[in-house]
C-alpha cells in the first residue's frame, strides 16, 4: 500500500522523536511491502521563525492533501511573550480545527514492565490499569472568545466555553461506540454542578444512552474524577469529556501508568485522516540530548497504522516489538525504575538507541 504522511517535527524534543517514529516506519514498510512517502510540514515555534506563523496556511493544505499526519511536539520558552494568535500553541490548535479532528483519544493503560514506575501504590496498580480518554478537541473554552480588556482601572481577561448539542453528541456518540468495543463502561466527566454547557453535556449524554442499551454510563464529576483515578484506576473503562477536562485528566491518567513519554493519541474527525502525536510536550530542557523517550511517538505512529491506513497487523507488530524493548529492560530515563535493585536489571539508552532497539524486535 502507498500511504502519504505529513509529518511535523515541530520544536524541542519533536524532531528527535519524529526521526526515530520514521526510521520505525520505514522497517514496517521493508516488512510489509508498503511505501510511506512523507512531506515535512513545519509547525510551531520553527514555522514562527520562519514564516513569522505558527501555522501559515500552505503548511495546513500539505496536511490535508496527506492521509494521515504525524506529529512531534511544539512550543518553548523562546516563544512564551509572543501574542496568543502567533505562539506555537496557536499552530496546534488551527491544525486541530482545520482539520476537523474532534475527538481525540488518548488510551492509559499500565505496561506490565513498567508498573514499578508508577507513583501509585502497588496495591492500586496491580488492581490493573487500561481505560482511555476521549477528549473533545475543538470545542469548549480553547476556541471560545479570548479577551483582556481594562475595565475599572484594571485589566480583566475573559474566555467562553461554549459547547452545542449536535458538538456534544458527535463527541457522545464516539465515547459510546469506543465502550462498546471494550468492556462497556462510559464514564461522562462535566461539571454540571456548577456549569450550564456541563448541564448540557450531561443531558446529552443521557439520551444518547438510550441508544447504546449494551453500554453503561455514569456521571461523573471533574473533580471527583481527578481523585478517582489516582485512587481506583480499575474501575474505568472509557472517559468521555470536554476540551479542557480531557486535557487535565489525561497528563494525570499517563503519570499513573508511569510516563507521560509512553502514551501515544489519535485525532479523528468525519474522515480517515488523522492527527497523530505524543500527549508529552516539546520538553526543551532535555531537547538535544538525546534523552527523550521516543515510545510515545513510535505508539502514535502505530495509531496512525491501525486507524487512518487499517493496518492492524503492522500496528501490533510495533507495539509488540516496544514491549519487547520494554522485555528486554531497555529503558529511557524518565522510565527508569527508581529503586537501585531494580535499575541495576535494566539498561538506560538514549532516544536513538530505543528507536534502534525497536526497530532490532520488529518482526512480522
Ligand atoms: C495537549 C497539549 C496541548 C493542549 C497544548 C500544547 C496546546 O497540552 O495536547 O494535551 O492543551 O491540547
Ligand atoms: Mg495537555
Redesign the pocket.
Known amino acids: 500500500m502507498n500511504k502519504h504522511i505529513a509529518v511535523i517535527p515541530g520544536d524541542g524534543i519533536g524532531p528527535e522523536i519524529i526521526k526515530q517514529a520514521l526510521a520505525v516506519l520505514d522497517a514496517v514498510a521493508a516488512i510489509y511491502g508498503h511505501s510511506f512517502c512523507c512531506t515535512e510540514v513545519d509547525m510551531g515555534g520553527c514555522a514562527i521563525d520562519a514564516w513569522g506563523d505558527p501555522l501559515p496556511q500552505e503548511m495546513l493544505d500539505k496536511c490535508l492533501a496527506a492521509d494521515s499526519v504525524l506529529l512531534g511536539a511544539v512550543g518553548g520558552e523562546k516563544w512564551n511573550h509572543m501574542p496568543s494568535d502567533k505562539r506555537p500553541e496557536k499552530g496546534l490548535l488551527r491544525l486541530r480545527a482545520g482539520m476537523g479532528v474532534y475527538s481525540n483519544n488518548r488510551p492509559a493503560k499500565i505496561w506490565p514492565q513498567l508498573a514499578s514506575a508508577s507513583p501509585l501504590k502497588k496495591s492500586i496498580v496491580d488492581k490493573g490499569i487500561d481505560f482511555i480518554i476521549v477528549r473533545e478537541l475543538i470545542g469548549g473554552i480553547y476556541f471560545g472568545d479570548h479577551k483582556t480588556e481594562v475595565a475599572d482601572g484594571q485589566k480583566k481577561a475573559t474566555d467562553i466555553l461554549s459547547y452545542t448539542e449536535a458538538e456534544i453528541e458527535r463527541i457522545g456518540r464516539i465515547g459510546f461506540e469506543t465502550a462498546r468495543k471494550r468492556r462497556g463502561l462510559l464514564c461522562s466527566v462535566e461539571k454540571s454542578n456548577v456549569l450550564d454547557s456541563s448541564r448540557l453535556w450531561k443531558s446529552v449524554m443521557h439520551r444518547l444512552a438510550a441508544e447504546y442499551p449494551d453500554v453503561t454510563l455514569v456521571d461523573m464529576l471533574v473533580d471527583n474524577c481527578a481523585m478517582q483515578i489516582v485512587k481506583n484506576p480499575a474501575q474505568f473503562d472509557v472517559i468521555v469529556t470536554e476540551n479542557m477536562f480531557g486535557?487535565i485528566l489525561?497528563?494525570e491518567a499517563s503519570m499513573i501508568t508511569g510516563s507521560i513519554g509512553m502514551i501515544p493519541s489519535s485525532s479523528l474527525g468525519a474522515t480517515d485522516c488523522g492527527l497523530y502525536e505524543p500527549?508529552h510536550g516539546s520538553a526543551p530542557d532535555i531537547a538535544g540530548t538525546d534523552t527523550a523517550n521516543p515510545i510515545g511517538t513510535i505508539l502514535s505512529a502505530a495509531m496512525m497504522l491501525r486507524y487512518s491506513f487499517n493496518m492492524a497487523e503492522e500496528a501490533e507488530a510495533i507495539e509488540n516489538a516496544v514491549s519487547a524493548a520494554l522485555d528486554e529492560g531497555y529503558r529511557t530515563a524518565d522510565i527508569m525504575p527508581s529503586d537501585e535493585q531494580e535499575a541495576a536489571t535494566c539498561k538506560k539508552v538514549g532516544c536513538s538507541e530505543m528507536g534502534r532497539q525497536i526497530i532490532n524486535k520488529l518482526k512480522r
Open positions: 486535557d489525561s497528563d500527549i
